[in-house]
Every structure is written in C-alpha cells, then in structure tokens.
C-alpha cells in the first residue's frame, strides 16, 4: 500500500492530538478529583450519581427544617420554662397570703401587687416572638398578636389552636410552635374533676359568714389522702347533673346546737332540686358523700371534705370543672387579696377567704400541670428531632459515600495513566520529528 506524505502527516497529527487529549482529561480528572467530568464519560455512573445527589439534597433540606424546629421549640421551651417559675413564684405567694392571721390588709394588698406583677410577665410572655416577628402562641395565625387586655383589665385570646408543622422527615411533619389557647386556657378547674367553692349564705343573700371551710374534693384515710371522684362512671353517669350545692342548717333548742345538711341539684338556676329525702348529720372534719337520697336513690361516686362550723345558711357548690384561664386566674388572686378582710359587707371573714385562697391554689396547681404537660411534649419533640437528625447526618455520609465511588477518581490509577499517557505522547511526538526529516533531496 503506498503511503502520502500527506498521510504521514495528518496519522503523526492526529496520533499526538490523540495523546494530548487523552493527557488533556487526566490532567483535568486530577485537578477536579473526579473520574466522570462529562455524561458523556460514563452515562450509567452519571445518571445514578444524579439520583443519589437529588436524594442528598432532600435529606440536607429535611436537616435544616429539622434545625429551624429545633430552634423554634427550644425558644418556645424556654420561655414555657419561665412560665412555671412565675407560676411557682404565685404560689408561694398564695401560700404566704393564706395566713389570714398573721397578715394585715396592707401586707396582703402588697402581695396582691407582687402576683400583679407576675401577671403582666406572664402576659408578656405570652406575646412573644421569633426571630422572623412572628408570635409564637398564636396557632397558624403568627402575624396577630394573640393575647390583649381590655378595659376591664380581661385577657382576650386572638389567635387559634393551630399547629405549623414542618416536614422534617419524608413521613413526618413536626409543629415548630405551640398554641396559646392549649398552654394558657387549658387547664382544667378545681380537681379537674369538679370545682367546689363558697355558695353564699341563702338568709343573708351573701357571702357564708360562718368558719366552715371545703376542701378542693377529696376523702380521708387514716394517713392516706385519696381522690375525690372513688367511681368515674359513677360520676360520669347521666343522672348526675354534677351542679350540686350542699346547704346547712344551724338549729338550737335547749342550748344544744345542732347542724345538717341537704344536698340540691342547681343546675336549673333558680329551681333548685332537693336531693336529700331527709337533712343529714354534720360533722366538722369528716366527709360528705355526693349522693341522692329521694328515689330513687343515686350515688354519685364521690365525696367532699367539710370542716369547720357553718352558720345557718351556709352552702358550698360543687360544679363540673371546666377549662380555665390562667390571666383570670391570677386575676381573682388579685381581686381577693386587696377585698379587705373582716367579714362584714364587701368583706371576707377568715373562712371565707380561706375557701377562696384555697380554691385559687388549686387552680394554679392545675395550671403548672398543664404547661408541665405541653412542655413535656415539646421536650419529646426536641429528642425527635435529635434523634432524626443524627439519622440524616449518617444519610448525608452514606449518600456523599455512594457519589464518591461513582464519580470520584482513583489518584493511584490516575497518575499512573498520566505517566503512560505523557510517555506516549513524546514518543507520538519524537517519531513525528525524525518520520517528517525523512526526504529523498537528502540521499540524491
């Protein structure tokens, strides 16, 4: 086969652009430490690499949705951590102001300013906001302040029972918030069972002006204090209206004083039902079933403790207990301390404030379990989210794992190819120079 000068030429040319191409994308391979740089390089490896990184990179936006949760619930966790000192400073407060004794109007008007002051931390509290301005106890509506105060002084809620959930994992969406309405306007009154109180005296159309005092529902054991509800169902059955009123009566006949008590359904207002076929004993310090006598007889499955000498007419309610608001709370806290004391109108007698302190103080101790228990489902939530966490740092490492021996190069391999490939380009190039010198003009 005869060969061209021409064709020795253009096979030397495209033998060394051959070699320089091929040392060309080695070079390249190891300055960008990847073996594919192009589709083109390996379609397979290419396409399953794109996979894998669009998979890395849903995982890393979980991750951060999982951080910005984190943050959100642990500001939130925070400030439902100041929420319980406050209340706990209320408390002892409360507890302090009970001693009717030992305290004046003036020192109980001074803790009453004390608990204001906690009043209006708590409502301050209650209108905080994130980073971005938005009010972490309003629901879903976090542009609008949730919690205001009228004239009257009564906090209003404005926001919702909403949840922003954050998807944090393909399966799972976390709420990075907590609703005003659950933390603050939750908590169940009295025993969480039923609310008892004060009903008034029915002669004087007032408050009780005897020294009886009622107890937030509960039984006596010997050393052994129990619920107040012994029987839910029974309780819980139809016939009982759970509106009851327990009402004494004070008789003395020969000097001898004796006391009973009827029970009545009120929950008709103004037509109270008798429940008791006739008036029971009383007795200071021992409790009083919740039942109805008159057939045909029920028993409510409950009972209260009474203790002290009422006067005749005093009565105690005994009410369902409903959800109840923290800011009224602290506010009939504040009503009670500055109501002087004594006991003539517009006052309240040892008993009296007694019942009213003590009521109170339940209710408080029902709102530190409810945060108690929002904030135990916050911190379940934080550990979720630790949890799930870890779990995509270890996903981002196996996913960067898999990319890496698709696309990323064996420096071993590679620069042993780049030596070859050098090689084989000088010598392209040196077997080009002494072919291309080749001239019959030089043995003529």
């Given amino acids: 086969m005869r060969i061209s000068t021409a064709q020795i ?11 320089q191409g091929a040392l060309y994308r080695t070079m390249n391979q190891l300055s960008t ?17 794109l996979v894998v990184d669009q998979s890395r990179s849903v995982n890393q936006q979980f991750m951060q949705n999982q951080n910005y949760s984190k943050e959100q619930l642990s500001l939130t966790e ?10 706990q400073t209320v408390r002892t407060s409360l507890v302090q102001a009970g001693n009717i004794g030992a305290l004046s109007d003036k020192d109980r008007s001074a803790i009453a300013d004390e608990i204001e002051a906690r009043l ?12 971005a301005g938005d009010f972490l106890f309003s629901g879903y509506q976090g542009n609008v302040r949730p919690f205001t105060a009228d004239a009257s002084g009564n906090v209003i809620y404005h926001g919702d029972d909403g949840l922003r959930l954050l998807q944090v994992e393909a399966s799972r969406q976390m709420p990075t918030n907590v609703s005003g309405a659950d933390l603050f306007l939750s908590a169940r009154s009295g ?16 408050n009780n002006t005897g020294m009886a005092t009622i107890d937030k529902g509960s039984v006596l054991e010997p050393g052994k204090w129990q619920s107040a509800v012994n029987d839910p169902t029974l309780w819980s059955d139809p016939n009982n209206a759970g509106n009851l009123s327990i009402q004494f009566n004070v008789t003395t006949v020969g000097g001898i004083t004796t006391t009973t008590y009827d029970i009545y359904d009120v929950s008709t207002p103004g037509a109270p039902v008798l429940l008791t076929d006739t008036p029971q004993p009383y007795t200071p310090g021992q409790s009083i079933r919740l039942e109805k006598t008159t057939p045909p007889p029920v028993d409510f499955g409950a009972t209260v403790l009474v203790d002290g000498q009422p006067d005749d007419g005093d009565s105690f309610s005994i009410a369902p207990s409903t959800k109840t608001n923290m800011f009224d709370t602290l506010r009939n806290i504040i009503t009670t301390l500055r109501t002087p004391s004594g006991g003539g109108d517009g006052t309240y007698n040892p008993a009296e404030y007694y019942n009213r302190i003590s009521g109170e103080l339940t209710n408080i101790d029902q709102h530190l379990e409810n945060v108690e228990r929002v904030r135990t489902g916050v911190g379940a939530n934080l550990q979720e989210l630790d949890a799930l966490n870890s779990q995509g740092q270890d996903n981002d490492i196996q996913y960067q794992g898999t990319i890496s021996s698709l696309l990323d190069i064996d420096y071993a391999s590679a620069i042993s190819d780049l030596m070859r ?6 010598a392209a190039q040196r077997s080009f120079a002494i072919i291309s010198s080749l001239s019959l003009f030089n043995v003529i």
């Fill in 33 to 49: 430490g990847r073996k594919v740089l192009t589709p083109a390089d390996d379609p397979v490896a290419s396409a399953r690499a």
């Fill in 421 to 426: 490939q050098n090689t084989q380009l000088e």
């Fill in 78 to 87: 925070g400030y439902m951590s100041s929420i319980t000192d406050a209340l």
């Fill in 120 to 131: 209006n931390q708590l409502l301050g509290i209650a209108n905080s906001q994130n980073s």
């Fill in 191 to 206: 025993n969480g069972t039923f609310v008892t109180a004060s009903g008034g005296n029915a002669i004087t159309a007032g």
């Fill in 9 to 19: 030429f253009e096979g030397g040319v495209r033998g060394m652009q051959t070699n």
